[in-house]
Each structure stands twice: as structure tokens, then as C-alpha cells.
């Protein structure tokens, strides 16, 4: 009985050390996804003031409709690419919070990990 008992506390010990540094990895990676975001949209907004500037500037309005063009092509272009990257991000903060686990259900299962 005491063996169940060690044993007992021994699953629980794995378990809620699994679970912090489960945690701890998705903080992390939601912590670098947001500074992504912030970093994006500050770049966004510097953009988008200086085709503004730009747009005033044009001395026709064929011009002012071709910085136009230009820019939003771009900007679609990067938000395609930033919403790319953060998918990305948030797949590999999944992973890093499973990591933990592996071994865990990997004797559950009976099952070895990769």
C-alpha cells in the first residue's frame, strides 16, 4: 500500500511539474507573439503616415493614386506574410507547451514519443 502511495505522489510531482513548465512555455510564446504584434503594427503606422506624407506631396493625382497603389499592394503583401509568421508562432508555442507531456502520455498509452 505504501508503494501506491509513493507512487501516487510520484504521478502528481511529474504532473504539476509538467503542468508549470507547460505554462511557463505558453507565456513565453505568447509573450514573443505579442511583441511581434506591437512591432507589426508600429511599423504599419510609420508606413501608412509616411505614404500619407507622400500623397500630399505628389504634384499630380495620377501620382498620389500611384503611391496609393504601390503602398497597398505592400501592406498586403506584409500582412499576409506577418499573419504567416504568427500562425507559425502560435504552432510552435502549442508545441513547446505539449513538450512536457510527451513522455507522460507516453507511458499512459504505452505508446514511445518521436
Do not use: C, H, W
Amino acid at each position: 500500500m505504501i508503494k501506491d502511495f509513493d507512487q501516487f505522489q510520484t504521478i502528481g510531482k511529474d504532473n504539476f511539474e509538467a503542468t508549470v513548465a507547460s505554462a511557463t512555455a505558453l507565456t513565453k510564446g505568447f509573450q514573443e507573439i505579442a511583441t511581434e504584434v506591437a512591432d507589426f503594427s508600429r511599423k504599419s503606422f510609420e508606413d501608412s503616415t509616411a505614404v500619407v506624407e507622400k500623397a500630399f506631396a505628389a504634384k499630380s493625382v495620377d501620382k498620389a493614386l500611384e503611391v496609393q497603389t504601390d503602398f497597398a499592394k505592400g501592406a498586403y503583401e506584409a500582412y499576409v506574410g506577418q499573419m504567416t509568421k504568427i500562425g507559425e508562432m502560435y504552432m510552435n508555442a502549442a508545441k513547446e507547451a505539449y513538450k512536457p507531456f510527451e513522455g507522460q502520455f507516453a507511458q499512459f498509452t504505452g505508446k514511445p514519443t518521436k
